[in-house]
């Protein structure tokens, strides 16, 4: 037996939603009209408009989203990419400052922040998803040089704006980053004005343009200060591996008196196993890390830092891909300036 559920509403305590007609009728206008004017306006009069939009606001009418896509071919969705581990999503504050910095550059919109977890040698389904019209836009970030995303997403025609250099050279990408360069020469160049002269690097992978870049800063500033560039080994940006490169680091070059750590949750890693074998920071070896995350300034001693400003990235890339889905936008990469924080590490 079929249910009539506007019958029984009024049973439940609650009244029906109101429908289009209903605002069409209030507005004094037809329920085509009505339509155009909720889904964007196309050949609607200003008078019209807004008469679609006072009877809107007193009737307290919501479209029914589904519909609307039907008409507009829009989903009002916008998918952050991210080609790492579920845990490394999880537990690392770059996602977070991420989260919270895109969250603010939608907030006056109708946009839906939809996290996509691109999995290692998966991004094959994460392409197929963008492409079949889920989503009206993508965010990356954390981008890798295997997930040709960059590529995919260039052929697909999907607006899109990356958080860190794309590393295709042939790419076109929109793309918001930090001075990885300027801020790893820095860096460097502080542990250089503090006296130290036998200097390391833990460098991120080389297959993402912060790992690539911010080894390229410190080989710069060694370089020029006439110095060993010999001892360096490398990261994933995980608290984890920053602890195994420090072993093998002391291992190899047990007389290093300063480190560069190309991430801050590298460098607590590696702090901690100076603490274990015995190495004072910054007696012994001085450390600079990268990032500023929160908890820099919480280790023993602080962490002197390279500020990476997470939430304003997030936002800029936030309100360069509205641009776009707006038919504009500017193509040429934004680039933040790398700041020293110095605290008792260095």
């Known amino acids: 037996m079929a249910i009539d559920h506007d019958a029984i509403r009024p049973m439940l305590g609650r009244p029906p939603a109101p429908t289009l007609e209903q605002v069409a009728e209030r507005a004094g206008v037809s329920r085509s009209t009505a339509s155009r004017a909720i889904n964007g306006g196309l050949r609607v009069s200003p008078e019209a408009q807004g008469a679609v939009e006072a009877a809107i606001a007193e009737l307290g009418y919501t479209p029914n989203r589904a519909a609307r896509s039907l008409v507009t071919k829009r989903t009002d969705s916008i998918a952050l990419v991210v080609p790492e581990p579920d845990e490394r999503v999880l537990s690392d504050p770059f996602f977070a400052g991420m989260l919270n910095g895109l969250s603010t550059a939608f907030a006056d919109s109708e946009m839906q922040l ?14 197929r998803y963008l ?6 836009g993508a965010i990356v970030v954390s981008h890798h040089r295997d997930d ?9 025609g999907l607006p899109n704006v990356f958080v860190g250099r794309p590393l295709s050279a042939e790419s076109d990408a929109q793309y918001v980053d930090t001075d990885n360069v300027e801020g790893g020469r820095i860096a460097t160049q502080r542990l250089i004005s503090i006296g130290r002269r036998r200097l390391a690097t833990i460098a991120g992978p080389l297959d993402m343009s912060a790992g690539i870049d911010r080894l390229k800063g410190w080989r710069d500033a060694v370089r020029a200060a006439g110095l060993s560039e010999d001892a360096v080994v490398h990261g994933d940006f995980t608290i984890t591996s920053g602890a195994a490169a420090a072993r093998r680091l002391l291992a190899a070059h047990p007389d290093i008196d300063g480190l560069f750590v190309a991430s801050d949750l590298m460098a607590i890693g590696a702090m901690g196993v100076l603490v274990e074998l015995g190495r004072d920071v910054p007696g012994d070896i001085a ?19 390279v500020i990476q400003p997470v939430i304003a990235m997030a936002r800029a890339a936030g309100a360069r891909l509205l641009d776009q889905l707006h038919g504009g936008g500017d193509r ?7 700041e020293l924080v110095i605290r008792g590490s260095a």
């Open 148 to 156: 040709e995303l960059d590529h995919a997403l260039e052929l697909s």
């Open 131 to 136: 492409r079949n019209g889920h989503v009206d």
């Open 114 to 127: 939809v996290l996509v977890i691109a999995r290692p040698g998966d991004s094959a389904r994460t392409i």
């Open 287 to 305: 450390i600079v890390g990268y990032d500023n995350v929160g908890v820099a300034s919480s280790t023993n001693p602080p962490l002197t830092t």
């Open 332 to 338: 040429e990469p934004l680039i933040f300036a790398p």
